[in-house]
């Protein structure tokens, strides 16, 4: 199946998840080559592990990805989905790429970075402390959730209305590749009894 007529791509990301990260920057590697409209959409990771058991290290993650989240939710309530996927990819670019994702990063701080790089207002990145922006995030998340009808995490991809998890790579396909697997992404997701392909990570992650 190759996509030669026009389609909408919604993909749903967490700003501080490396494997949404590189699923955006697949779909636009496609959007640049195929009638693609890529719509990037918040769904927090914070929300979804609100209130569960998890690892240690793994709550650090969550308890710091709530002001990333936070400031993307307030780019879209003021400027709208196309500024709001500005500021991730320019808060992508300065987290994944190059800070290689650390834990130790300040989040304030590269929020306002990423506002500065998308030519977004500074103010915004008192939103990153801003507790009431929590009920946007959860029923931003719930809506999400609620077209795979699971709770997973991000990326959650959807085209023409047809909802999956994933699809997760470990480095982000470019050029003929992109595009074969893009292919083949939307004929498992319009397939109503397909479920589940997974496997371990056969790669090093490669965020670049």
Same mark, same amino acid.
């Given at each position: ?11 749903f ?42 690892? !240690?290290?793994? %709550? +650090?993650?969550?308890? &710091?990805?709530? =002001?990333? *989240?936070?400031v993307?939710?307030?780019?879209e ?19 994944h ?16 970075? !990423?506002?500065? %790089? +998308?030519?977004?207002p &500074?103010?915004? =990145?008192s *939103?990153?402390t801003?507790?009431?922006?929590d ?23 959807v ?39 997974e496997r ?9």
């Open positions: 199946m190759t996509t030669t007529t026009f389609c909408r791509a919604e993909l990301v967490d700003p501080s998840c490396p494997f949404a990260w590189i699923t955006e920057q697949w779909l636009a590697e496609v959007e640049r080559a195929r009638p693609i409209e890529l719509r990037v959409r918040l769904l927090s990771l914070a929300v979804v592990n609100e209130g569960r058991d998890i690892d !240690a290290w793994y %709550r +650090a993650f969550n308890d &710091a990805a709530w =002001a990333p *989240a936070r993307m939710a307030a780019v309530l003021e400027a709208g989905p196309a500024a709001a996927r500005r500021f991730y990819e320019a808060y992508g670019q300065r987290f790429v190059e800070l290689n994702t650390a834990d130790d990063a300040d989040r304030l701080v590269t929020s306002t970075l !990423a506002l500065e %790089r +998308a030519e977004l &500074a103010s915004l =990145a *939103a990153a801003d507790t009431q922006l009920d946007v995030l959860r029923n931003w998340t719930r809506s999400a959730l609620d077209q795979v009808g699971l709770d997973v995490g991000v990326p959650i991809t085209i023409d209305g047809v909802a999956a998890s994933g699809p997760v790579f470990s480095r982000t396909p470019r050029g003929p590749e992109a595009m074969q697997l893009f292919d083949a992404f939307e004929v498992f997701a319009r397939h109503r009894t397909f479920v589940r392909l371990q990570r056969l790669e090093p992650l490669d965020l670049g």
